[in-house]
T-cell receptor
Framework: DAGVTQSPTHLIKTRGQQVTLRCSPKSGHDTVSWYQQALGQGPQFIFQYYEEEERQRGNFPDRFSGHQFPNYSSELNVNALLLGDSALYLC?????????FGPGTRLTVL | KNQVEQSPQSLIILEGKNCTLQCNYTVSPFSNLRWYKQDTGRGPVSLTIMTFSENTKSNGRYTATLDADTKQSSLHITASQLSDSASYICVVSEGNTGGFKTIFGAGTRLFVKA
């Protein structure tokens, strides 16, 4: 079992561009959550997907959108990137309770 | 407002010593509380998870306690090792659906020195 995987590992974009991050959940997990973690801060909840629908959403603008596929994998899309979007983006999968986190994608916006 | 506060913000201890990290929360309704270890630039790794009825749980040298009445939790690390240097994050889940809204603390940054 590969656990939760994320791609890419690192990404550099410029302001105004769009980015797509990908997450494959742990085997048997049907729920995927996305978090943004700024340097030195705790993760901030972006949204959660279950059965291909957004089930919960944190306090993030509409520039942040996502998708979950029938195989439970998920994408996070961010449009019109801002410098402040630079962060570690974490994906966590779960089935019922405990979340398992992926290694994260480090996004740098220049 | 649901919040999770951790203290201290950072901590330096010598290898072999014990330490205790604190977590206070105001999340309601409460579902569960988890402690994670996060190495710099990596994803968090679960250490313990406790529900309302549990007041202590151990994972090797890590022991977590929970007082649901006072809404406080602690993570005790015994005989620290250099590899324990990391951020320790307290996470509280709201509600009872399991589908959960989770609130993260800002973490305690632990430095273990030789």
């Amino acid at each position: 079992d590969a656990g939760v995987t994320q791609s890419p590992t690192h990404l550099i974009k410029t302001r105004g561009q769009q980015v797509t991050l990908r997450c494959s959940p742990k085997s048997g997990h049907d729920t995927v959550s996305w978090y943004q973690q700024a340097l030195g801060q705790g993760p901030q909840f972006i949204f959660q997907y279950y059965e291909e629908e957004e089930r919960q959403r944190g306090n993030f603008p509409d520039r942040f959108s996502g998708h979950q596929f029938p195989n439970y994998s998920s994408e996070l899309n961010v449009n019109a990137l801002l410098l402040g979007d630079s962060a570690l983006y974490l994906c966590a999968s779960s089935r019922r309770d405990t979340q398992y986190f992926g290694p994260g994608t480090r996004l740098t916006v220049l | 407002k649901n919040q999770v506060e951790q203290s201290p913000q950072s901590l330096i201890i010598l290898e072999g010593k014990n330490c205790t990290l604190q977590c206070n929360y105001t999340v309601s309704p409460f579902s569960n509380l988890r402690w994670y270890k996060q190495d710099t630039g990596r994803g968090p790794v679960s250490l313990t998870i406790m529900t309302f009825s549990e007041n202590t749980k151990s994972n090797g040298r890590y022991t977590a306690t929970l007082d649901a009445d006072t809404k406080q939790s602690s993570l005790h690390i015994t005989a620290s090792q250099l590899s324990d240097s990391a951020s320790y994050i307290c996470v509280v889940s709201e509600g009872n659906t399991g589908g959960f809204k989770t609130i993260f603390g800002a973490g305690t940054r632990l430095f273990v020195k030789a």
